[in-house]
């Protein structure tokens, strides 16, 4: 079993940075894949990145690249996404979900945050 906690969503101007963090626990991530994905009101959830735990390479969508860093600190067992110069289309739900293949497709992630809402004012 996996324990998975977002925290750090918040209301942000357009333009402005938030700091998401997923504190995981449970088992050994030392195999795992970690993502991040988002859903809107009417939408699908989408894809907005992923980080390998073992050597941390990092893979993120195109609408998020060049704005979203994800990170994870192996101490503390966390992963974290940066997000800057945000857009009202990045307002969502944002989950953090544990795997162990690196995808973009939420079918090969196991286990799920309940989720933190991040909402981007015009």
């Known amino acids: 079993q996996v324990d998975l906690v977002e925290s750090g969503g918040g209301l942000v101007q357009a333009g402005g940075s938030l700091r998401l963090s997923c504190a995981a626990s449970g088992r050994s991530f030392s195999n795992a894949v970690m993502g991040w994905f988002r859903h809107a009101p009417g939408k699908e959830r989408e894809f907005v990145g992923n980080?390998?735990?073992?050597?941390?390479?990092?893979y993120s969508a195109d609408s998020v690249k060049g704005r979203f860093t994800i990170s994870r600190d192996n101490a503390k067992n966390t992963m974290n996404l940066q997000m800057t110069n945000l857009k009202p289309e990045d307002t969502g739900v944002y989950y953090c979900?544990?795997?162990?293949?690196?995808?973009?497709?939420?079918?090969?992630?196991?286990?799920w945050g309940q989720g933190t809402q991040v909402t981007v004012s015009s």
């Open positions: 979900a544990a795997g162990t293949y690196l995808s973009t497709s939420d079918r090969y992630y196991n286990y």
């Open positions: 980080i390998r735990w073992s050597g941390g390479s990092t």
